[in-house]
């Protein structure tokens, strides 16, 4: 997974939403504890900031160096790279001892996990009940027209996604997670957030070129946004590539404890 985002980490860095201090609130608030959260796949570091107001420690993985970084230094956050096949000996030399974690967070990435081997390593590292929380964003929404040329451009960029990418488009709904409802709800979700970002057009190309797709398709000889593509961008965002608009991003959330 790390290959795919190595040439575009600033890219990625610069131009991915944040998220929304409900979602973290939310998972906090279905915690018993609030000592150290685990964030899997942490990139830039984008939900280890948000996590590090509500947790004492947060310690933060990737298996890109390229990503870790960009990521912002905090006095409780620490960030590590781990291997895509680090043993569990190494997980707990790296992230924490065996049963010592509140939280486990994965953003944007748990489509891209080995899901048996990773939930080995959740279940090792959490405590008694402790919480499991995966999320991802689905595609942006700006506007009808702005919209209709988007996906043009997303459903032509079909081949060139990883097979992985189909969780995000079902919104994690279909994957595997044997975990039990938290406290207080029925179901593992999706629980269903968004964010906004404020956005002209050129912040907007930058978004897709954080793309792997987009990456996966230039190394391909594909340039997906071509002249006629950003024109068309460029007509539909109202003829001025500097005006700032808001790009909501819907986010969807699994979330559950550890069984018993």
């Given at each position: 997974?790390?290959?795919?985002?190595?040439?575009?980490?600033?890219?990625?860095?610069?131009?991915?939403?944040?998220?929304?201090?409900?979602?973290?609130?939310?998972?906090?608030?279905?915690?018993?504890?609030?000592?150290?959260?685990?964030?899997?796949?942490?990139?830039?570091?984008?939900?280890?900031?948000?996590?590090?107001?509500?947790?004492?420690?947060?310690?933060?993985?990737?298996?890109?160096?390229?990503?870790?970084?960009?990521?912002?230094?905090?006095?409780?956050?620490?960030?590590?790279?781990?291997?895509?096949?680090l043993p569990l000996e190494g997980i707990h030399a790296a992230v924490a001892p065996p049963g010592s974690v509140d939280?486990?967070?994965?953003?944007?990435?748990?489509?891209?996990?080995?899901?048996?081997?990773?939930?080995?390593?959740?279940?090792?590292?959490?405590?008694?009940?402790?919480?499991?929380?995966?999320?991802?964003?689905?595609?942006?929404?700006?506007?009808?027209?702005?919209?209709?040329?988007?996906?043009?451009?997303?459903?032509?960029?079909?081949?060139?996604?990883?097979?992985?990418?189909?969780?995000?488009?079902?919104?994690?709904?279909?994957?595997?997670?044997?975990?039990?409802?938290?406290?207080?709800?029925?179901?593992?979700?999706?629980?269903?957030?968004?964010?906004?970002?404020?956005?002209?057009?050129?912040?907007?190309?930058?978004?897709?070129?954080?793309?792997?797709?987009?990456?996966?398709?230039?190394?391909?000889?594909?340039?997906?946004?071509?002249?006629?593509?950003?024109q068309d961008f460029a007509d539909a965002w109202g003829g001025d590539r500097e005006e700032v608009k808001t790009v909501?991003?819907?986010?969807?959330?699994?979330?559950?404890?550890?069984?018993?």
């Open positions: 997974m790390a290959n795919l985002f190595l040439k575009q980490a600033k890219h990625y860095a610069a131009a991915r939403p944040d998220y929304p201090a409900e979602l973290f609130q939310f998972i906090a608030s279905k915690t018993a504890r609030h000592d150290l959260a685990w964030d899997v796949g942490t990139g830039s570091g984008q939900a280890a900031v948000s996590l590090a107001k509500l947790y004492k420690n947060v310690v933060g993985t990737d298996t890109s160096a390229q990503q870790l970084a960009y990521a912002p230094a905090l006095p409780n956050v620490r960030y590590a790279h781990t291997p895509a096949d939280v486990v967070t994965v953003a944007q990435a748990f489509h891209w996990l080995d899901l048996p081997r990773f939930y080995a390593q959740v279940r090792s590292l959490l405590r008694a009940h402790g919480v499991l929380a995966a999320w991802c964003y689905t595609e942006p929404r700006v506007g009808a027209a702005v919209d209709a040329v988007f996906w043009r451009l997303y459903d032509g960029s079909q081949p060139h996604w990883a097979p992985n990418r189909k969780m995000v488009d079902d919104e994690y709904r279909s994957a595997d997670f044997p975990f039990d409802p938290v406290d207080g709800e029925t179901h593992t979700g999706p629980f269903e957030f968004s964010t906004d970002r404020r956005m002209d057009l050129d912040d907007y190309f930058t978004y897709i070129k954080s793309w792997s797709a987009y990456q996966t398709a230039k190394d391909n000889g594909v340039e997906l946004l071509d002249d006629a593509t950003v909501r991003y819907p986010i969807f959330l699994r979330i559950g404890k550890v069984r018993p």
